[in-house]
């Protein structure tokens, strides 16, 4: 398995006796794949990921004395994640949609690629087993 093909975790910003939802905290590496987008309906559980940054995290040793960034998704990058082309997204957010409802709103779907992948598993190559 490719280092790109896993969700890659480095650390965790939330302090550790508010663990009640862990998720909050999570900070992922742009190096792998995406976590689970969900609804996010507040709470700050938007995936973070790391890009450059000048102060110091808790992160693992190997990536202590680097310098990151952390950032949420955009709403765009989280259509993008569930297969929803540039264009329509663009449509969706010139009628004004708010950034908390775009995001609500990539959560609330399936990537359609998924989607596609298990009404073809359950559908056709099942059809000749009947």
């Not at 905290?25 to 995406?34: E, K, L, P």
């Not at 969900?38 to 995290?57: A, F, H």
């Not at 004395?65 to 297969?83: A, V």
Request: charged letters at 30%; one cysteine or more; a positive charge.
């Amino acid at each position: 398995m490719k280092k790109s093909d896993i969700i890659i975790q480095v650390g965790n910003i939330m302090p550790e006796r508010n663990f009640a939802n862990p998720q909050c905290g999570r900070i992922y590496s742009a190096d792998g794949i995406s976590p689970t987008i969900n609804t996010m309906g507040g709470g700050n559980r938007e995936p973070k990921i790391v890009t450059d940054m000048e102060k110091e995290l808790k992160l693992p040793e190997e990536l202590k004395w680097k310098n990151f960034r952390i950032r949420k998704l955009t709403p765009k990058e989280c259509f993008r994640l569930m297969g929803v082309d540039d264009a329509d997204i663009d449509k969706m957010q010139e009628t004004g949609i708010s950034v908390t409802a775009q995001k609500k709103l990539a959560g609330n779907s399936i990537v359609v690629d998924v989607l596609f992948h298990l009404f073809r598993k359950l559908l056709v190559e099942t059809e000749g087993n009947g």
